[in-house]
């Protein structure tokens, strides 16, 4: 049996369980294998159990452009440790043993290039991905991609930036489904210190565009800014580096750093309700 033959939960059936008890989503992210395949898949039983709503799962790349060190040195550990696009695959069908909640993609386009289209959504349906998002892949290229996209049933998202003109959110807006990923602050990822206000204009003027529920990402490293982009009127918080900070800063223990994890994301989804 393969995986998608599992009751896979939708975003749009996620979106509507935490809406429902008037909350926001939590969207922990994880690069696949770091810091080695099995202590991964425990990190990610460990964002389930403590309130996880979905998941971003990276695939590790060797030249990350729009990531900064921390996401690199997580990428730089899977590798290390073996991963592949592939071996990605087997890891999210692993995952797919203990949670249904949905689970996002967040890969450079040269992965799926080189693996060829129609074999990388393939096996994304096969494993019991919902999404995938390609960080360096502009809309106005990713024609291959959503016609992939479509024919396996795989949502493709799209990002948002400040720099995103009005006319370029509209054309995105069209592409992209499941959710939109609006990009918190200017440059590459990593944990912010506070969350500007011009984060909150963007999720103001992105809501003007589209239907679609909004995510932000790239630098939510608090309880207080995924309060902040819920109470703004964001669907939902990706908190990425933060997390990753907890798994480099405890490698030598890794009781110590499931358990900092756990405290973590249970603050984290705390600060989404309403």
């Known amino acids: 049996m393969s995986t998608h033959d599992l009751k896979v939960e939708s975003y749009q059936e996620m ?14 992210f994880v690069v696949a294998g770091d810091p080695d395949f099995e202590t991964s898949l425990e990190i990610v039983k460990t964002f389930v159990e403590n309130g996880a709503d979905a998941l971003e799962i990276g695939f590790a790349f060797s030249d990350p452009v729009a990531d900064g060190p921390t996401v690199q040195e997580a990428d730089l550990r899977a590798l290390k440790a073996g991963m592949t696009t592939r071996r990605g695959f087997e890891f999210i069908k692993r995952i797919r043993e203990f949670t249904s909640i949905p689970i996002g993609l967040l890969v450079y386009y040269n992965l799926i290039y080189q693996m060829g289209l129609d074999e990388f959504y393939h096996a994304a349906r096969e494993n019991g991905v919902n999404a995938v998002l390609a960080a360096d892949l502009p809309p106005e290229e990713a024609h291959d991609a959503v016609t992939a996209s479509h024919e396996y049933g795989i949502q493709q998202i799209f990002m948002a930036a400040q720099t995103t003109s009005n006319e ?16 918190a602050v200017m440059g590459v ?8 206000l011009s984060t909150m204009e963007l999720i103001e003027r992105v809501k003007n565009h589209t239907d679609l529920p909004l995510c932000v990402g790239f ?4 309880p207080e800014h995924v309060q902040n982009v819920i109470k703004t009127g964001g669907d939902g918080a990706i908190v990425a580096s933060a997390l990753l900070n907890i798994i480099q800063e405890n490698l030598q223990d890794k009781k110590i750093m499931k358990e900092k994890i756990g405290a973590f994301c249970r603050e984290l989804k705390e600060a989404t309700h309403k």
């Open 219 to 222: 630098g939510i490293s608090k």
């Open 189 to 196: 990822t990593g944990a912010r210190g506070d969350l500007e």
């Open 15 to 28: 979106f509507s369980r935490v809406k429902s008890k008037n909350e926001g989503a939590f969207i922990p």
């Open 168 to 183: 370029r959110l509209k054309k995105i807006s069209q592409l992209c489904q499941g959710f939109l990923y609006v990009v």
